[in-house]
């Protein structure tokens, strides 16, 4: 079955850089696009970009272009998303969400959440 | 950039149909999603491309899209139905979600 399973929750300190990951595992890795989605504290969903696994491509919304990065490693069916320059304001539920490559669809399923808490 | 627009909230009794909006430039030209998101939980998509069920989806759950308007539809709505719900759009490569709406069961 599906699944895809985060890494867990985070602190880190306002200017440091975090690094999420999410394990995918069921399906063939390099058939669906991984989304990243965040969520501050009682706020709506914010999409902050997807990687390619086949390709290594990436598309970031344009919010977020200089300080996040995607990346994947197929061999372990993993997706990466690294936040740098952390601010109070990032403090947030991270989740990641697929959707096929080859057709304008959903996202079919997603991650449990990961918390990340910035604070002094 | 494309912005997609929710009401905030939306009441209605049990067993009675709630309809969510999600307005958009030329909407109806995008497919449109929908999902369910109860506290402390992922979301969970509840329609696909427009109107499409995914497996697991109760039938009281369809979906909607012409013009600029995108609508959920919930008929006979239960308790558990209570969550708040969220569209979402592929604007050429990047994806646009609504701000939400709170669905209220009285």
């Known amino acids: 079955q599906v699944q895809v399973v985060q890494s867990g929750a985070e602190v880190k300190k306002p200017g440091a850089s975090v690094r999420v990951s999410c394990k995918a595992s069921?399906?063939?890795?390099?058939?669906?696009?991984i989304h990243w989605v965040r969520q501050a504290p009682g706020q709506g969903l914010e999409w902050m970009g997807w990687?390619?696994?086949?390709?290594?491509?990436?598309n970031y919304a344009q919010k977020f272009q200089d300080w996040v990065t995607m990346t994947r490693d197929t061999s372990i069916s993993t997706a990466y998303m690294d936040l740098s320059r952390l601010r109070s304001d990032d403090t947030a539920v991270y989740y990641c969400?697929?959707?096929?490559?080859?057709?304008?669809?959903?996202?079919?399923?997603w991650g449990q959440g990961t918390l990340l808490t910035v604070s002094s | 950039s494309y912005e997609l627009t929710q009401p905030p909230s939306v009441s209605v009794s049990p067993g009675q149909t709630a309809s969510i909006t999600c307005s958009g430039d030329?909407?109806?030209?995008?497919?449109v999603c929908w999902y369910q998101q109860k506290p402390g939980q992922s979301p969970v998509l509840v329609i696909d491309?427009?109107?499409k069920r995914p497996s697991g989806i109760p039938e009281r759950f369809s979906g909607s899209n012409s013009g600029n308007t995108a609508t959920l539809t919930i008929s006979g709505t239960q308790a558990m139905d209570e969550a708040d719900y969220y569209c979402q759009a592929w604007d050429t490569s990047t994806v646009v979600f609504g701000g939400g709406t709170k669905l209220t069961v009285l």
């Open positions: 030329k909407l109806g030209d995008k497919y």
């Open positions: 069921g399906y063939t890795f390099t058939d669906y696009y």
């Open positions: 969400a697929r959707s096929i490559l080859t057709v304008v669809k959903g996202f079919d399923y």
């Open positions: 491309q427009d109107s």
């Open positions: 990687i390619n696994p086949n390709s290594g491509g990436t």
